[in-house]
């Protein structure tokens, strides 16, 4: 059974700084692409990041590059999301998926193809 599960959610201060953990179980995560994405009350969900399967390219929002940063551990079975400046627009709850097309998937824009997904994990902002 494949479960992805985030973790790292919590309350931060505009401006601050939070790491997100996505950790992987029931596959062999070295072999897939894996992403983020975050849907606030009353929008869409919408992307966030992706990083390939060793990490070696990496996708962003126009609205995080330069304050977002994706990375993975694969012998942890474990992708990250460092979050930095922090803004209110960015609170959400967040979730992981992985991906065994690779980044094509994410260039898509159709999240609907992505194989597993996570359950979320909220993150609020106080401005």
């Known amino acids: 059974q494949v479960q992805l599960v985030e973790s790292g959610g919590g309350l931060v201060e505009a401006g601050g700084s939070l790491r997100l953990s996505c950790t992987a179980s029931?596959?062999?995560?070295?072999?897939?692409?894996a992403g983020w994405y975050r849907q606030a009350p009353g929008k869409e969900r919408e992307f966030v990041a992706a990083?390939?399967?060793?990490?070696?390219?990496?996708y962003y929002a126009d609205s995080v590059t330069g304050r977002f940063t994706v990375s993975r551990d694969n012998a942890k079975n474990t992708m990250y999301l460092q979050m930095n400046d922090v803004r209110p627009e960015d609170a959400a709850v967040y979730y992981c998926?992985?991906?065994?097309?690779?980044?094509?998937?994410?260039?898509?824009?159709?999240?609907?193809?992505?194989?597993?997904w996570g359950q979320g994990t909220q993150v609020t902002v106080s401005s």
């Open positions: 990083i390939n399967y060793n990490g070696a390219s990496t």
């Open positions: 998926n992985a991906d065994s097309l690779g980044l094509s998937t994410y260039y898509s824009g159709d999240s609907s193809r992505h194989d597993y």
């Open positions: 029931g596959l062999t995560f070295g072999s897939y692409a």
